[in-house]
């Protein structure tokens, strides 16, 4: 009881207590980093679903997409990917009827 004037703190282990501290700041400056992150990117619009011709997102009406349409767009990105040849290209676009 009479030794805490003497270098040590109520825990008795000479100031650990002060290190601790050093951590716990460090996770509310990543807790907060995280937070500004998070919000960021769920607000951002290239962080979301990109929006499809027509769609309400890209200044149309959500009414003038189709499922076909969509499924065109998809087809139309793939093959600027290089995901599909031009030859399936043509192909899937037959199959839909587009």
Excluded: C, Q
Aim: charged share 15%; glycine share 18%; net charge negative.
């Amino acid at each position: 009881m009479g030794n805490w004037g003497h270098g040590m703190d109520m825990w008795g282990d000479g100031g650990g207590f002060h290190a601790w501290m050093g951590v716990w700041w460090f996770f509310v400056v990543a807790g907060i980093a995280l937070l500004v992150y998070l919000a960021v990117r769920a607000f951002s619009s290239k962080g979301g679903t990109p929006a499809v011709a027509g769609s309400a997102a890209s200044g149309g009406t959500a009414s003038s997409v189709t499922p076909t349409s969509g499924a065109r767009v998809i087809l139309e990105e793939r093959l600027a990917r290089g995901e599909i040849s031009a030859d399936e290209f043509r192909e899937l676009i037959s199959v839909l009827g587009a």
